[in-house]
């Protein structure tokens, strides 16, 4: 079935409040976002023995990599879904719960990186949220792996949820091998977004 557009969309006094709702969860994520990060950066933690790193030897520097397909992935969920409004709204909600339950975490659990980490470089993070710098202390959970598992849900068709598949694992690997992240880190991304997509749908109709 057909998702009605934008202009039919905006005839309900229901999907009008619906959409200030979004855009409230998804703003107080932001800023959320902006003074944990930073905040958490400044913070001593402890260092996890994960043994499990070990299996991909020596560190390699994937960034490039990492960072296209984590905004590829992010490009393509928006550009996708965006004519579709319960739907991209739906998933603005569902990353904004995303970010949200890793800033709780973050907060709750002071984490020093992995050793031999090689920092990852990121300019868009760097620009938005880490005030310029390389931050090392954004961990628990994968924020990249998250958005990709996003996309892999909002993802139509069949095909692309395939390739998601795919591109996730892939990016999972390089952020092992990089050592950017735990393996824990990397293993509940999907988990803490299959628990946003339940809060989001909770909150708006989930898409069909």
């Given at each position: 079935?057909?998702?009605?557009?934008?202009?039919?969309?905006w005839?309900?006094?229901?999907?009008?409040?619906?959409?200030r709702?979004a855009?409230?969860?998804?703003?107080?994520?932001?800023?959320c976002?902006?003074?944990?990060?930073r905040?958490v950066?400044t913070?001593?933690?402890?260092?996890?023995?994960?043994?499990?790193?070990?299996?991909?030897?020596?560190?390699?520097?994937?960034?490039?990599?990492i960072?296209?397909?984590?905004?590829?992935s992010?490009?393509?969920?928006?550009?996708?879904?965006?004519?579709?409004?319960?739907?991209f709204?739906?998933?603005?909600?569902t990353?904004?719960?995303?970010?949200?339950l890793?800033?709780?975490?973050?907060?709750?659990?002071?984490?020093?990186?992995?050793?031999?980490?090689?920092?990852?470089?990121d300019?868009?993070?760097?620009?938005?949220?880490?005030?310029?710098?390389?931050?090392?202390?954004?961990?628990?959970?994968?924020?990249?792996?998250?958005?990709?598992?996003?996309?892999?849900?909002y993802?139509r068709?069949?095909?692309?949820?395939?390739?998601f598949?795919?591109l996730g694992?892939?990016?999972?690997?390089?952020?092992?091998q990089?050592?950017?992240h735990?393996i824990?880190?990397?293993?509940a991304?999907?988990?803490?977004?299959?628990?946003a997509?339940?809060i989001?749908?909770?909150i708006?109709?989930?898409p069909?």
């Amino acid at each position: 079935m057909q998702e009605a557009g934008w202009k039919i969309f905006w005839q309900s006094k229901k999907n009008k409040q619906y959409f200030r709702i979004a855009m409230l969860i998804f703003t107080a994520m932001f800023v959320c976002v902006f003074f944990t990060l930073r905040y958490v950066e400044t913070r001593q933690g402890f260092v996890i023995e994960d043994w499990s790193l070990d299996i991909f030897g020596k560190p390699l520097d994937f960034s490039i990599g990492i960072f296209a397909i984590t905004y590829f992935s992010m490009i393509y969920a928006i550009s996708t879904n965006v004519m579709r409004p319960q739907t991209f709204l739906h998933m603005l909600i569902t990353y904004a719960f995303m970010q949200l339950l890793k800033c709780l975490i973050l907060l709750c659990v002071p984490l020093n990186p992995p050793t031999n980490i090689l920092p990852l470089s990121d300019p868009i993070l760097e620009t938005l949220f880490y005030g310029g710098n390389v931050n090392l202390k954004d961990l628990f959970y994968s924020g990249h792996v998250a958005t990709v598992c996003i996309a892999f849900v909002y993802a139509r068709p069949r095909v692309m949820k395939t390739a998601f598949v795919v591109l996730g694992f892939a990016l999972a690997f390089m952020m092992a091998q990089q050592r950017v992240h735990y393996i824990l880190d990397v293993v509940a991304a999907p988990v803490f977004v299959w628990i946003a997509y339940k809060i989001s749908s909770s909150i708006s109709k989930s898409p069909s």
